[in-house]
């Protein structure tokens, strides 16, 4: 077996909303078709692939102890327009150089606080 990309992220939140709406306005994903599980939650889309799985859960305390997820990551395209509407909608990000790639990364938080941030190409950079 050879692992060739990652396939889906699977984020629980108690703001269902709030989190397909982010992603929708601000990675540009749609919901999309999601199997007739028996708990909420939505499957958004990038293309054809649902690659962020939300399920909904009640609201609870922060889990205490080790980072349960450090960040996950997205390859994208058209950076200055990803940053205009980043700044469009007033989310806070940082942009980084992968170093000795020359990738840009923007990083930024969802709204439940998870890390996520987009790749881009060098010659967008």
Known sequence: MLV???DHVN???ARLGEMCAFYERILELRKGPRPPFEFGGAWL??????VVHLVEVAPADPPV???RL???AFSGRGLSG???RLELHKIEHWVTRLPGFGHSQVSLRDPDGNRLHVDFDPSEG
């Open 45 to 50: 889309y990038a293309a054809e692939k649902a």
């Open 65 to 67: 102890g080790a980072l």
């Open 11 to 13: 984020l629980r939140t």
């Open 4 to 6: 060739s990309g990652l």
């Open 70 to 72: 450090e960040h996950f």
């Open 82 to 84: 990803f940053l205009e």
